[in-house]
């Protein structure tokens, strides 16, 4: 189960402690190529693409990205080749 999922449990619990872990989730982002959860304070690559601020977690996939956005704006990760040689 992935941190949203958590958050949404936790609040139709009622548990209102919830404020960490929504704090957390803000640091990050998912990198649209790898589908790897970037922190956005260390992310290996950032651009502004359509006026969106996104993040990658090595410089391939930013490159990657680059070359061709409208394969990754669909959310379907493409983990093969992840690497810093790409």
């Not at 990050?28 to 993040?55: F, H, L, S």
């Not at 090595?58 to 992840?82: E, L, T, V, W």
Request: hydrophobic fraction near 30%; include cysteine.
């Amino acid at each position: 189960m992935g941190r949203f999922d958590r958050l949404l449990h936790k609040m139709a619990e009622g548990d209102l402690e919830t404020a960490p872990l929504v704090a957390d989730m803000m640091k990050t982002r998912i990198d649209p190529v790898c589908g790897m959860e970037v922190n956005k304070e260390t992310a290996k690559g950032i651009i502004n693409y359509e006026g969106q601020t996104i993040y990658f977690c090595c410089p391939s996939c930013q490159r990657r990205f680059q070359r061709n956005p409208m394969k990754h704006i669909d959310g379907a990760y493409d983990r093969k080749g992840h690497g810093e040689g790409m």
